[in-house]
């Protein structure tokens, strides 16, 4: 929390956040789930809209009577996977991401010691994930302070809120007018969905 204070007291720097951190509640971050946990939930939320995944979710984890680890997701059947709603290419990336945090190439123990871009480079190796997942990882697995989800819609949206934008603006946009937010993007991201979640219900 001392760290999204900070956070706060640097963002309100920019006139065009400002109002919005007053409209919202102060956000937080919560990391609690394992690595590999976060990562397959990812992949199975693809594509997805919340409901129905959450749905495949629940059942995948039933598969497994407690704790879901690489070795036991590639120890279940391919009609195990099609059982509990899981696709024929999510199957195949459940069990790329299950091989590689066993033979190292994932290696979760590193991510300490790691900057953003390398963790991202890191992820991405395995099949079905890309920057958004990596991203996404990033801010509410390992709550890293300072990532812009650029390819995120929702932030898209959020942009062109706060910044009376005439259309959604691409990546290089985005970045430049979040330069002065660093090292905080994370905090003033979870104010851009709000602002996104906002306009979807108008």
């Known amino acids: 929390m001392q ?10 720097k920019d ?3 400002v109002k919005i951190i007053k409209q919202f509640p102060k956000p937080s971050l919560e990391s609690g789930r394992g690595y590999f946990e976060a990562l397959s939930e990812s992949i199975i939320y693809q594509q997805l809209s919340g409901k129905a995944a959450g749905t495949i979710e629940r059942r995948f984890k039933a598969l497994f009577r407690g704790k879901m680890t690489p070795r036991r997701v590639l120890n279940l059947k391919d009609i195990q996977f099609r059982g509990v709603g899981i696709s024929g290419q999510k199957m195949k990336y ?3 991401l299950s091989v590689k945090f066993l033979d190292g190439t994932v290696n979760p123990s590193g991510f300490g010691k790691m900057t953003d871009e390398e963790i991202r480079q890191h992820l991405i190796s395995v099949k079905g994930i890309g ?3 990596a991203d996404m990882f990033l801010i509410f697995t390992l709550n890293r302070l300072d990532v812009l989800p650029t390819g995120d819609l ?4 959020g942009f062109k809120k ?8 691409d ?3 985005m970045q430049k007018l979040a330069k002065t ?18 306009e979807k219900e108008n």
């Open 3 to 12: 760290n999204i204070n900070k956070a706060l007291l640097h963002l309100k």
């Open 15 to 17: 006139k065009s956040l």
């Open 94 to 96: 459940l069990r790329d």
């Open 131 to 133: 920057r958004w997942t």
């Open 154 to 157: 929702g932030i898209q949206k």
């Open 162 to 169: 706060v910044f009376n934008l005439k259309k959604l603006p």
């Open 171 to 173: 990546a290089q946009k």
């Open 181 to 198: 937010w660093r090292p905080y993007c994370t905090v003033a991201s979870l104010y851009l969905w709000k602002v996104a979640d906002v």
